[in-house]
């Protein structure tokens, strides 16, 4: 099995929206709670953007999501800096021959994940024999399945773009388009937009690369950062959209919002929806708490 070195990076997304979540606890004595966790919908905010803001300022408008939760055993959260197994972004993939697959490749099937792991030492990708892909043909072009990063000769360390500088011999590498399969446990905190703004009327997620116009996946998405041993309490998750993107793309029609949460043991959440809402509306309250 192949076993691939790689350098620690981080990646930023570039689009018009952009997250930022705040993270607040309430902690109590611990009682016998479910080691699951377990959340609760409690409110929903919007905040519209600042008209007032001075000239080539760019305008952000925000929805401001809070849950209740409990957890048995209070190991919810994630760093930032916890980029290995299992909370790594993504897997790459090798074919039956152990190469590494990329865009134009001819690949031998079956087809295996590699995670990205630490041994205490360093971070390498290694294979999973249990992660073999059921597929018989690669998948057209797009962002969320392929990746571009520099690879060496020998196909075994892979470098992202921003750090090819920081490699002894760089010209050993060359930048290739490589297969990759998201990995589900690199966020905590999974949140869906639905709207009926639709032809036929019916609640469907909301397309945000269209409404943002890139061809590159977006979503809201995130990790909130380790709360101690909170056995009960509140998260609160500001999603921002800079450009007034969420006053947009929600004007019209009714929305609601689809939310769970895994803690640090890859234990999944029951699913919660929010109300249904009217962009309006929420102002409307804004205004009458004022």
């Known amino acids: 099995m192949r076993v691939l070195k790689c350098s620690t990076w ?35 905010v919007y905040e519209e953007a600042d008209q007032s803001n001075p000239l080539g300022i760019q305008q952000t408008d ?25 909370y790594h972004d993504y897997d790459l993939v090798i074919d039956s021959k152990n190469n590494i697959v990329t865009f134009n490749s001819l690949p031998s099937y079956p087809l295996t994940r590699l995670e990205r792991v630490f041994n205490g ?3 390498y990708w290694t294979g999973v024999e249990s992660k073999t892909l059921d597929v018989e043909s690669l998948p057209s072009y797009d962002c ?8 060496n000769k020998e196909l075994s360390q892979v470098v992202a773009p921003g750090q090819i500088s920081n490699i002894p011999d760089p010209s050993n590498f060359k930048l290739d388009t490589l297969l990759k399969v998201e990995n589900e446990f690199r966020y ?13 009327g019916v609640f469907k997620p909301v397309d ?12 809201y998405n995130s990790r909130f950062q380790p709360l101690g041993t ?23 029609g009714q929305f609601y919002l689809e939310c769970y949460i895994f803690d640090r043991s890859l234990n999944k959440s029951n699913t919660i929806e929010s109300p249904k809402y009217r962009l309006s509306d929420l102002l409307n309250q804004n205004n009458n708490d004022l």
């Open 62 to 86: 925000k929805i401001i999501l809070t849950i209740e939760f409990t957890d048995g055993d209070g190991d919810l959260g994630i760093s930032q800096d916890e980029v290995y197994s299992p």
């Open 121 to 123: 030492t360093e971070l």
């Open 208 to 219: 945000w690369p269209k409404e943002a116009g890139t061809g590159c996946l977006i979503d």
């Open 230 to 252: 909170a056995f009960e309490g509140q998260l609160t998750y500001k999603i921002q959209s800079v450009g007034g993107g969420f006053g947009l793309a929600l004007a019209k």
């Open 188 to 200: 905590n905190m999974y949140v869906t937009f639905y709207s009926d703004n639709n032809p036929d």
């Open 10 to 44: 981080s990646f930023l997304v570039f689009g018009i929206f952009f997250l930022n979540i705040t993270v607040l606890i309430s902690c109590q004595a611990p009682e016998p709670f479910s080691n699951t966790p377990s959340i609760q919908f409690s409110e929903l």
């Open 144 to 151: 969320a399945d392929y990746e571009l990063l520099y690879i």
